[in-house]
């Protein structure tokens, strides 16, 4: 599969987290990849936003992750550009 066809999954169970002294995190083998481990905290949530910009094909994926009520991480997808002769512009998911 190309780069752009890549799944990105945000995970942030559990809801609240008792406090442990190790991490229980560890990468086993390149399927999954990490992107970022956050242990701390005793209330954790995601927001997900999807934008659409005038100016562009693309759209756009912001992750938020809110670690005891304070933003402790953002990430951003892009959408894949589209492809020349596709016969469509916007893709039916991404809008």
């Known amino acids: 599969w190309p780069l752009s ?4 999954e ?5 809801a609240s ?3 442990i ?3 229980t995190y560890e990468q086993k083998d390149d399927e999954d990849v990490k992107i970022k481990y956050i242990p701390a905290g005793n209330s954790k949530f995601g927001a997900v936003e999807i934008a659409s910009p005038p100016q562009s094909d693309q759209s756009l994926l912001t992750y938020r992750l809110f670690v005891d009520g304070a ?3 953002t990430y951003l997808v892009t959408s ?15 809008g």
């Open 80 to 94: 894949p550009p589209p492809l020349a002769g596709a016969g469509r512009n916007k893709d039916a998911i991404w």
């Open 71 to 73: 933003e402790a991480w």
């Open 10 to 14: 945000f995970s942030t169970s559990p």
């Open 17 to 19: 987290m008792f406090w």
């Open 21 to 23: 002294p190790w991490r």
């Open 5 to 8: 066809a890549t799944v990105h």
